[in-house]
């Protein structure tokens, strides 16, 4: 009947999710490449973006270009009318991460440039392979298979840790079921709900300094079909899948789940698959009007997730919609309102040339800095997944703040050394991802010290607080969500010395449309509506 059949996913009670399976990104990947080739637009590859250009001042602010480095060590300048930014989230911001290793994100090279960020401590976090950075969502949990932990050498001492937790078998694995379409950590979800599955998992790889897998090749300890809660057993039930084993149910009803990770070395069937809390999207990012463009520098376009246009919580899959309709909306204005050169040539020349003289200068630094980039990067990593992802407290900020701000002092002083031509990318990408961990915990601090409490995918520590489960010590504690703070988006703007800015301001409501057809359209005709 021209229907699509759809499924449940993060944040969303309807069945509107579809997809071709794992690999739904990545072919629509090859179609825009394909397309890109079609049309012959040029691409210049192998360059990593070192500094946005920016000219003028106050209101006529506006992009220019960007100053990068090409695979030899070289920088090279690109003038520009208009700059589309998609570089995705900030990955290279976290230790235990789900972004692919090569996404590290670029928000810091805007934030630099004194773009404004809106909605920064909203992001999203959930349990993940670490070996093969996967998200374990769907049916990788709605099988049901075993939580074991280890010693840290990965073999020791192994046991099943989730039990200890629950009061019944059917209860855990009911919970575990639950993690499937509610993947990922949600602070409403902390207190009876299927989250205290991430905080299980923390505790014991963070707190206890095990590690964590799954384990698909037998069930869990007591299991039984009958034990599990009817949502569990209908959708089991329904799906063919009550089978022997978690291995036999995934190859029932998701065997590309299970070739996803042989196409990467991993083979479920024989071996444990080891996870972690992971940092998986920003909900947040830089602020952009309705045509995606940004409000406070002209000319520049932050599309997909570094666009900070999802909020506090984010269904699965807007991501991809975001992408595809941020790039379709700024292309029309750029075609329609921006298609000639009006940015200053001289302008952009003196601006990158004293821009690229402070590179050269900081590049420099490097030969004689005593600090690696790999041991740089590492520092701020730990220090946001420590004090800046899923567990947040107002005693612990405060100092991740002074430490991240001392770090960025010190490698803009002394730099970071590096081996190769290749790895200069990476000692420049430390100074934007160290300048962006910073903005993000003054971001998060703020909030916090707001009092806007634990909601989205972060939950705030507090000794005064409800406790979340009786089986967990005293410290699991949380401050309940202030939810007048719905109405508002935080604004964050950072200048070049440090001094960040933040605010509270009214959300725009969501337009309601009372458009007249033959007007609508006429104004769709004349360009009007690009203003």
């Known amino acids: 009947y ?81 700059v589309v930014f998609g570089v995705g989230g900030p990955g290279g911001l976290y230790k235990t991460s789900v972004y692919p290793e090569v996404h590290t994100g670029a928000i810091g090279l805007a934030l630099m440039a004194g773009v404004k ?26 099988v049901i298979p075993r939580f074991i932990s280890t010693d840290p050498d990965g073999v020791s001492n192994p046991r ?28 409403r979800k902390v207190i009876g709900g299927s989250s205290i599955v991430d905080i299980i998992v923390y505790v014991e790889t963070v707190l206890r300094g095990r590690r964590a897998f799954l384990d698909y090749r037998a069930n869990p300890e007591g299991f039984g079909f009958d034990d599990l809660s009817e949502e569990a057993r209908t959708y089991l039930t329904r799906s063919e899948a009550l089978l022997e084993t978690p291995i036999a149910r995934l190859h029932k009803m998701n065997p590309g789940a299970i070739e996803l990770y042989a196409d990467n070395g991993i083979d479920i069937n024989t071996e444990p698959l080891e996870i972690a809390v992971c940092a998986q999207h920003n909900n947040g990012g830089l602020a952009g009007n309705h045509w995606w463009e940004s409000p406070n520098v002209k000319h520049l376009f932050p599309i ?12 699965g899959g807007a991501a991809l ?34 821009a690229v003289d402070a590179l050269q200068a900081w590049i420099d630094k490097c030969a004689k800095a005593g600090s690696t980039w790999q041991a740089e990067r590492d520092e701020f990593q730990s220090r946001m997944t420590r004090a800046g992802a899923h567990i947040r407290s107002l005693e612990e900020l405060p ?42 915990l003054e971001a998060i601090l703020f909030a916090l010290q707001s009092g806007v409490g634990s909601r ?24 309940p969500e202030d939810s007048s703070f ?44 690009f203003g």
């Open 486 to 529: 719905r109405e508002s988006v935080l604004e964050t703007v950072a200048a070049p010395g440090g001094k960040v800015a933040n605010e509270w301001v009214p959300r725009r409501p969501i337009p309601e449309a009372d458009a007249w057809f033959e007007t609508a359209w006429a104004s769709f005709r004349s360009g009007e509506i």
């Open 456 to 479: 989205g995918s972060c939950i705030v520590l507090d000794p005064a607080g409800e406790k979340i489960h009786d089986k967990l010590s005293d410290e699991w504690r949380i401050v």
């Open 321 to 354: 919609n975001s992408g595809q309709v941020a790039s379709i909306r700024a292309a029309e204005f750029i075609a329609n309102r921006y298609a000639d050169w009006s940015v200053s040539r001289d302008a952009v020349q003196q601006t990158a040339a004293q």
């Open 117 to 142: 960020g809106q909605s920064l401590p909203e992001s999203q976090y959930g349990l993940a392979s670490i070996k093969f950075r996967w998200n374990v969502s769907g049916t990788y949990m709605q």
């Open 304 to 315: 997909g997730e570094v666009n900070g246009s999802h909020g506090v919580y984010r269904p």
């Open 2 to 82: 021209g229907q699509f059949v759809g499924y449940k996913t993060d944040h969303d009670p309807r069945q509107r999710a579809t997809s071709i399976g794992p690999y739904t990104s990545r072919e629509m990947c090859r179609a825009l490449i394909r397309r890109v080739q079609e049309l012959g637009i040029e691409v210049r590859e192998g360059r990593n973006v070192a500094q946005l250009i920016t000219v003028g001042e106050g209101s006529e602010k506006r992009a220019g270009g960007a100053i990068v480095v090409d695979a030899d060590g070289n920088l090279e300048v690109y003038g520009a009318e208009n």
């Open 160 to 187: 099943e840790f989730m039990r200890e937790y629950f009061d019944s078998v059917g209860e855990m694995n009911s919970m575990v079921f639950l993690k499937g379409y509610q993947w990922p950590f949600d602070s």
């Open 399 to 440: 100092k991740a703040v002074k430490e991240a701000w001392a770090q960025f002092e010190r490698l803009e002083n002394a730099g970071c050394s590096y081996d190769t031509p290749s790895e200069l990318a990476e000692a420049l990408r430390n100074r934007q991802l160290c300048f962006a961990q910073a903005v993000y």
